[in-house]
T-cell receptor, first 112, second 109 residues
Framework: KAGVTQTPRYLIKTRGQQVTLSCSPISGHRSVSWYQQTPGQGLQFLFEYFSETQRNKGNFPGRFSGRQFSNSRSEMNVSTLELGDSALYLC???????????FGSGTRLTVV | EDQVTQSPEALRLQEGESSSLNCSYTVSGLRGLFWYRQDPGKGPEFLFTLYSAGEEKEKERLKATLTKKESFLHITAPKPEDSATYLCAVQTSGSRLTFGEGTQLTVNP
């Protein structure tokens, strides 16, 4: 059974650019959540999508956005990148929002 | 605001030396408490979900327990391969997980 797949694994971007990260959930999982992990702040919730609708949003600026497609695949976008956006971005999926979430290996974003 | 505090921040054990990790939480309406294990450069790996006070779950050398204010992850006779960061998270409204800072466990052979 394939796990949660995140692409790309590593990214280096320049300040001011924008970036799009992709997440393919486990087959049959309809809920996809995104988290940002940094050494100083730990794991912080960005947003969650279920059946193509954003159901929950964390305390991040509007530069962070996402979407979910009909096949449950999800993308998140960060516009006007700042140095502080350097982090490991993790995607997690769940069948129905009530059971444990399975995480992907993450995308390591470095902003220079 | 939901808060999760894990202690200790770091723990170093000798192989076979049992110990416990603590996760205390302040939430309004707990729907579930989760334990994850995270290895360097990887995403968190799901270990347990606990839903109500008094509940216990076990997996190999790990046992998780839950009270109304805290959860413990007991590690019995740990091995070097148990070295990792252990994360605790609570789920309250919707599907948002609020994580603690984690306990970095090192088990020396």
């Amino acid at each position: 059974k394939a796990g949660v797949t995140q692409t790309p694994r590593y990214l280096i971007k320049t300040r001011g650019q924008q970036v799009t990260l992709s997440c393919s959930p486990i087959s049959g999982h309809r809920s996809v959540s995104w988290y940002q992990q940094t050494p100083g702040q730990g794991l912080q919730f960005l947003f969650e999508y279920f059946s193509e609708t954003q159901r929950n949003k964390g305390n991040f600026p509007g530069r962070f956005s996402g979407r979910q497609f009909s096949n449950s695949r999800s993308e998140m976008n960060v516009s006007t990148l700042e140095l502080g956006d350097s982090a490991l971005y993790l995607c997690a999926s769940s069948p129905d929002r009530t059971v444990g979430y399975t995480f992907g290996s993450g995308t390591r974003l470095t902003v220079v | 605001e939901d808060q999760v505090t894990q202690s200790p921040e770091a723990l170093r054990l000798q192989e076979g030396e049992s110990s416990s990790l603590n996760c205390s939480y302040t939430v309004s309406g707990l729907r579930g408490l989760f334990w994850y294990r995270q290895d360097p450069g990887k995403g968190p790996e799901f270990l347990f979900t606990l839903y109500s006070a008094g509940e216990e779950k076990e997996k190999e050398r790990l046992k998780a327990t839950l009270t109304k204010k805290e959860s413990f992850l007991h590690i019995t006779a740990p091995k070097p391969e148990d070295s990792a960061t252990y994360l605790c998270a609570v789920q309250t409204s919707g599907s948002r997980l609020t994580f603690g800072e984690g306990t970095q466990l090192t088990v020396n052979p």
